[in-house]
């Protein structure tokens, strides 16, 4: 399975994609960030993440895409910003009919280290051991979206494989 992770922000938007399967060994596919100019208006930075995303898309060809879950801070300007990103990032895959699944930052943490609290260092670091590299992905947000998609991979394929599995199951039954 390859996964395509996505960090959403909209200066920096974090993507990484990974490729195996539980119980395997990973592989990196590609890392990087989609940058946007805080200068530009709003209408023109979701225009360029759009396409930023689309050419990773194009280039990386994932199975399918994990995109971190907005949640609650204190900064609302932030909020709204991470929310219109994951909205784009979501759109951008939907188009293509690759399925999606969302990962809150502690679930994607508790899978990647074991502590749902770990900060971004460790979270660094174990995406570093986890995929065999020679140095942390940098920025950090690169680094979050390979943890998205590692967490999609350990944790998300086989809730995927038995949510099928239900639907094949109860396929031409009436609820």
Not at 44 to 67: S, T, Y
Not at 74 to 97: P, Y
Not at 125 to 130: A, F, G, P, Q
Not at 164 to 172: L, S, W
């Amino acid at each position: 399975m390859r996964v395509l992770g996505v960090d959403p922000g909209l200066t920096r938007c974090g993507v990484g994609s990974v490729e195996g399967r539980a119980g395997a060994p990973l592989s990196l596919v590609a890392v990087g960030v989609v940058r946007t100019s805080s200068d530009a208006p709003l209408p023109d930075r979701l225009v360029a993440l759009e396409q930023g995303l689309e050419q990773w898309l194009d280039e990386v060809r994932p199975d399918m895409v994990a995109v971190e879950r907005v949640f609650s801070q204190h900064n609302t300007q932030t909020v709204i910003a991470t929310a219109q990103a994951s909205g784009i990032a979501v759109l951008c895959a939907a188009r293509r009919g690759l399925p999606v699944s969302l990962y809150t930052p502690s679930e994607v943490k508790a899978a990647i280290s074991g502590n749902g609290t770990a900060d971004k260092a460790q979270v660094g670091s174990m995406v570093t051991r986890v995929l065999r590299l020679k140095e942390m992905p940098k920025p950090a947000d690169a680094a979050d979206a390979l943890a998205l998609a590692i967490c999609h991979i350990w944790r998300g394929g086989n809730q995927q494989r038995l949510a099928d599995a239900v639907a094949r199951a109860t396929r031409g039954r009436v609820v």
